[in-house]
């Protein structure tokens, strides 16, 4: 007679559709971890636009139903599989994705995809990191190279990857400018890193960033919402300028005469499309900032897991941004 299984509470979604699909069950089975993974005890674990879009069935990633969202937990490792050597139980960790999903009680995680989380971070920061800083380092660093001296727009600086930005490129020594809807918004960008903050509501609030970078225009503009701000970007843009797609929702006209005047270019990020080794590499880069202190991921909206549906309907048609969205455990 087999050991009865563990059993824990976890969302898990049988079918694509609206936050309603999202389904808290209390007798999933624990998994174990085999070789080269670990089972981590998840105490927070982040939201991000991204798994909404997965949930609607509409994302060009589709997981097997049902399934578990999340990706970004922080917890404590509960057991390791064969050939794990970098982490005990015990250990406080941080992932950048999981094997059985992160709304959950316990997670599954690859041991690569695993990382150390320094005590002065506490868990619901851990949960702050994976996709929103990744996603961050890669567009301002990996794809745009951004340089100290340069000049950057974080146009949506508020929220999960805006901030990530704002921190990174004042610790690489760049020019910060922000932007963000809502006065706590606006504080937040301003506390982490941005030297100028805008609110990207206000009719005239484009003419007041060209007032304020002059004609010379903006080296980098990480943009979170292209289909509404591409052609705002390209008046904005310097010659040679780089502008990095990291969100868009929808379709945008433009003038590719801007592009073709100021040779800019226009660039898209894909976290998913990070290769193991880039991953190690933008690890060394936030682990330092971590230990340095330049790395302080900023919380926002807190929901325990009875309420996912509400985090899911809120991220994206909440009332503005001000930190990270996450789930606690
Ligand atoms: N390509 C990738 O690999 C990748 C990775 C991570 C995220 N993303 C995408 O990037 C976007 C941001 O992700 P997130 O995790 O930071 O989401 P989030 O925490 O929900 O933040 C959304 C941000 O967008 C801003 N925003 C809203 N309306 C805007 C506008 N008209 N112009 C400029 N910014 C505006 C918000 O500002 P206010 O709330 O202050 O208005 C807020 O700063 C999402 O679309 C997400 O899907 C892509």
């Known amino acids: 007679v087999m050991a009865a299984q563990k059993l824990m509470r976890a969302v898990r979604v049988f079918q694509f559709g609206g936050p309603e699909v999202l389904k808290l069950q209390s007798d999933v089975a624990i998994p ?31 997981p097997v ?26 250990d ?3 992932t950048t994705a999981t094997i059985s999903g992160g709304y959950a009680e316990y997670a599954l ?10 005590e002065k971070l506490d868990f619901k920061q851990g949960a702050a990191i994976g996709i929103p800083y990744f996603s961050a380092y890669r567009a301002l660093i990996h794809s745009a190279r951004a340089k ?9 600086a508020s929220g999960g990857v805006g901030i990530a930005v704002c921190q990174i490129a004042r610790a690489y020594g760049l ?5 963000a809807s809502t006065e706590e918004g606006q504080k937040i960008v301003l506390q982490n890193g941005a030297h100028e903050v805008f609110n990207h509501r206000e009719v005239n609030y484009i003419d007041k960033i060209k007032k304020s970078v002059g004609e010379k225009g ?11 701000n591409l052609d705002k970007d390209l008046s904005l843009v310097s010659r040679g300028g780089r502008i990095i797609i ?35 590499q933008f690890a060394a880069a936030l682990q330092a900032g971590m230990e340095i202190g330049w790395l302080k991921p900023v919380i926002g909206p807190q929901y325990p897991l009875e309420k996912v549906a509400q985090a899911h309907e809120n991220i994206i048609h909440g009332s503005g941004a001000a930190g990270k969205m996450i789930l606690l455990l």
């Open 32 to 62: 174990s971890p085999k070789d080269f993974e670990v089972l981590i005890k998840v105490h927070a674990c982040g939201v991000n636009p991204v798994e909404t879009y997965i949930r609607s069935g509409t994302y060009s990633r589709k």
């Open 65 to 90: 139903l049902p399934y578990t969202p999340g990706s970004d937990v922080a917890g404590v490792i509960e057991a390791v599989g064969d050939n794990v050597s970098a982490f005990k139980k015990g």
């Open 92 to 94: 406080r960790v941080f």
């Open 109 to 118: 995680a690859a041991d690569h995809t695993v990382y150390k989380l320094p």
């Open 148 to 156: 100290a001296g340069e000049t950057v727009l974080v146009h949506g």
């Open 175 to 179: 020019k910060v400018l922000g932007t």
């Open 218 to 228: 903006i080296d980098v503009i990480i943009e979170m919402l292209a289909n509404v």
């Open 246 to 280: 990291v969100g868009s929702r929808g379709t945008v006209e433009i003038n590719p005469r801007d592009i073709l005047v100021k040779e800019c270019s226009v660039m898209g990020v894909t976290f998913f499309s990070s290769t193991k080794e880039e991953f190690r």
